[in-house]
């Protein structure tokens, strides 16, 4: 018994030794692999290799790199958690998209170390793909040092490379719920000094002077030298614990340090909902937006800033929206991607397959609209927009022929012929084009000189625009257009003795609006227009209810998007005091990519149709004709041929 349970010991411990030698080398490989991560998280900010032309186009980076050696070089850090890869790759679309004049930008994301065997490997190729991210040494923390950590860990990692000193003139701290405008960022920095600056949004939300309080975590910056007095001294490393950011602003005024502080409120705000005392309305002005907690916020922000819009024209988008539907796609809505179409010009087919891989790409979804994509009110004027355009919009009885020439240094030149009967008119305009403002000059066949001068942005959310014509010495005009985030307002005065005088307004949203306008002639002291209207929109109908002719006519209209491809629209007038009504229906098909049909038909006994097609990019011929059923003789149909030419 002995003898047999002896080699049972010897392979019992030759086991253990076996299993303890595994287990040695599994944690030395796990070391090797882990020490990969967060070396690559201390190179994240070295200068990444160029690139060549040829490279992935897919390639992305955050980084905006200037070879200027007096453009300001600014480092964002993005204080962040391992796990919020998808947050990351969202903000690496925002900020990779904004390309700052005169400053090199530099986006990182910012926390501890891993902990998880999936982060080790997913973050570890995020570092390999975007060179973005960098690893600090603690445990994820809200109020024990993790601030610290980062802004003195900075100068270890960035004095010994090749960078000019010092690598960064200013360097921030943010969240990841906080949207910055880089160009607007970069503008208010270039005037203050690079040296012993404090920059942020003053807390509390009231107070105005930085030299009492602190700067909030949305996002505050500082300058090179206190990043490395961080480093140095003594005051940040034994006060670590408590709200970061009051915690940061105590050691600035207990180191007697940043003698140059900026307010940068109210450029920097919280989101506008719910309204607080740290909110603002969104306006042109914005450096950053906090407290973007969820997608809807960020689109909100997204679209009132940047607009997205692709003008693919409505066949190819109808085609598009077809193929997202038979995917089932189609109600899945792209945290960036919204299309609007403005009109029934479609841009090339290499443009429209682009955006249509874009739209695949994204998921995206389509809103049909003819007013901006930010989320305001339409103007007036265009409740019940929607439903006329289908049944007027490109009809025409004549033979018509337009050239316009868009230059790409602003200037524009369109020619327009019309044969109407045995008559002929024409008109020759060119359109300049310069930053906000827009002039327009026409001639026309009766040597009549009209002029229009546009001015967009003169105030925030204002356009104003000036016109007037050659001999006509009386009629000026001055037109005022204001667009808020619930309102929409549109002004006009005639400029001679006895003007005109026009007033209009729409408050709402871009869903549900309700507004009116009215006129008043000073010369005979009197009202000659007073309407009223509710329009609702969404992106597969639009109605609208209109009391028109000082209150002498209703009106009520519809349209409705059966499918990517048809849509319906009617219209019905009733005279509240003659008691007659009316009404018009129509259609529209797109046949092909290219190919729009439209049809209607009125109570009157006239029927009208059109045909449009593109062919060639940005150039249609359009043949429109209509019968009268109920004329007195037997009228021959109306036809008209339409060519737009855009080389």
Request: charged share 20%; aromatic share 10%; glycine share 4%.
């Amino acid at each position: 018994m002995k003898s047999s349970s002896k080699p049972e010991r010897h392979r019992f411990i030759l086991s253990s030794l076996l299993f303890i030698f595994f287990l040695c080398v599994l944690i030395t490989i796990n070391g090797i692999r882990y020490d990969s991560v967060l070396r690559f998280g201390r190179c994240a900010l070295d200068n990444a290799p160029s690139q060549s032309p040829a490279s992935s186009s897919s390639d992305s980076s955050l980084a905006v790199n200037s070879s200027a050696s007096t453009d300001i070089r600014i480092l964002i850090g993005i204080l962040t958690l391992p796990d919020q890869y998808q947050r990351r790759h969202f903000l690496r679309l925002i900020y990779g998209t904004q390309s700052p004049a005169g400053a090199q930008v530099d986006v990182k994301f910012v926390f501890c170390n891993l902990t998880k065997e999936d982060q080790k490997v997913l973050v570890a190729l995020e570092i390999m793909r975007y060179d973005d991210i960098i690893i600090l040494d603690c445990k994820e923390n809200m109020n024990k040092g993790k601030t610290y950590t980062y802004f003195s860990s900075l100068p270890e990692m960035l004095n010994d490379t090749d960078r000019p000193y010092p690598p960064y003139h200013y360097v921030m701290k943010t969240d990841d719920d906080t949207y910055f405008r880089l160009d607007n960022l970069v503008e208010s920095l270039k005037p203050l000094p690079r040296e012993d600056l404090y920059y942020g949004y003053v807390i509390p939300c009231r107070s105005m002077d930085p030299f009492v309080h602190y700067m909030s975590g949305m996002g505050y910056m500082i300058s090179w030298d206190i990043v490395e007095w961080i480093r140095e001294s003594p005051i940040p490393k034994n006060h670590l614990e408590g709200p970061e950011d009051k915690v940061f602003g105590d050691w600035i005024r207990e180191g007697h340090r940043a003698k140059n502080r900026y307010n940068a409120k109210w450029s920097m705000y919280n989101f506008p909902e719910p309204p607080t005392q740290c909110t603002h309305e969104l306006w042109p002005d914005t450096i950053a937006v906090h407290l973007l907690k969820n997608q809807e916020k960020w689109i909100q922000t997204l679209t009132y800033f940047n607009c997205p819009v692709f003008d693919l024209g409505l066949p190819r988008l109808a085609l598009i929206w077809s193929l997202l539907d038979k995917c089932s796609i189609h109600n899945k809505i792209s945290p960036l991607l919204s299309l609007h179409v403005y009109n029934l010009s479609p841009d090339s087919s290499a443009a429209a397959a682009a955006a249509a891989a874009k739209v695949i790409g994204n998921v995206g979804v389509f809103h049909f609209s003819s007013s901006s994509c930010l989320l305001k009110p339409a103007p007036f004027s265009d409740i019940g927009k929607r439903a006329k355009d289908l049944l007027t919009k490109d009809y025409n009885y004549d033979h018509k022929f337009t050239l316009s020439i868009l230059s790409s240094t602003g200037m524009g030149f369109t020619a327009t012929g019309l044969k109407k009967d045995e008559f002929f008119f024409g008109d020759i305009s060119t359109l300049y084009k310069s930053e906000n403002t827009v002039v327009d000059v026409k001639v026309d066949t009766y040597s009549i000189v009209s002029t229009k001068v546009t001015v967009n942005d003169i105030f925030p959310s204002t356009k104003a625009a000036l016109s007037f014509k050659i001999p006509d010495h009386k009629s000026g005009k001055l037109d005022v257009q204001y667009l808020h985030h619930h309102a929409a307002i549109e002004s006009s005065i005639g400029l001679n003795p006895n003007p005109l005088l026009e007033l209009s307004a729409a408050i709402g949203s871009n869903n549900l609006s309700v507004g009116s306008e009215v006129g008043f002639d000073t010369a005979s002291s009197s009202f000659v227009k007073c309407n009223a209207g509710i329009g609702l929109n969404k992106p597969d109908f639009s109605a609208a209810l209109l009391l028109m002719d000082k209150g002498q006519t209703l009106k009520a209209s519809y349209v409705h998007s059966v499918n990517p491809l048809h849509s319906v629209a009617a219209e019905m007038t009733h005279g509240l005091s003659s008691s007659e009504s009316s009404f018009t229906i129509g259609s529209s098909h797109v046949v092909d990519p290219f190919t729009v049909v439209k049809t209607r038909f009125s109570d009157n006994g006239k029927a009208a149709m059109l045909c449009q097609h593109e062919w060639r990019p940005k150039s249609l011929i359009t043949f429109s004709a209509e019968y009268d059923s109920k004329a007195t003789h037997a009228a021959a149909p109306k036809f008209g041929l339409a060519l737009a030419l855009k080389p």
